[in-house]
């Protein structure tokens, strides 16, 4: 008879990140919000797309609104999360308003920076017109 040994089960600490960042991705077309821990490691996210919002209304900034406000209240019950510095990439119009409804869910942003692409060298131009 073989008896089998159950090891007691190591209950999970809660992971507290009073200190993070937020990563603002906003196109046209979506608006995708990241928190991360100091490092960069992803905590929660949510996106325009994944509120229910279909189509073209995915870049309004209502959109990134309640896509902001989604993330950030499970940032706060998951993680604790109190403090963000922001990093706002791409030209969308949830740029503003994604850190708008951060600061009302009781977030405190310390910075934002803007990290958009910038192209250098650009795509190849058209050619040149023979008359």
């Known amino acids: 008879m073989a008896e089998t040994v159950t090891t007691p089960k190591k209950k999970k600490s809660r992971r507290s990140v009073p200190q993070g960042q937020v990563h603002v ?4 077309n979506n608006t995708i919000i990241t928190f991360t821990d ?3 490691g992803a905590l929660t996210a949510s996106s325009a797309g994944a509120c229910g919002f279909r189509g073209s209304k995915k870049g309004t900034a209502y959109a990134a609104q309640v ?3 989604k993330a950030a209240t499970a940032a706060k019950q998951q993680y604790g999360v109190g403090k963000v510095d922001a990093y706002v990439s791409g030209v969308g119009l ?4 994604a850190i708008r409804a951060l600061a009302a869910q009781g977030i405190q ?12 060298g650009g795509v190849r131009p058209r050619k040149a017109r023979r008359v």
């Open 67 to 69: 896509a902001a406000e």
């Open 94 to 97: 949830g740029r503003d308003a």
């Open 38 to 40: 100091p490092n960069g």
């Open 25 to 28: 991705q906003a196109t046209f």
């Open 109 to 120: 942003v310390e910075t934002i920076k803007d990290v958009t692409g910038v192209p250098h």
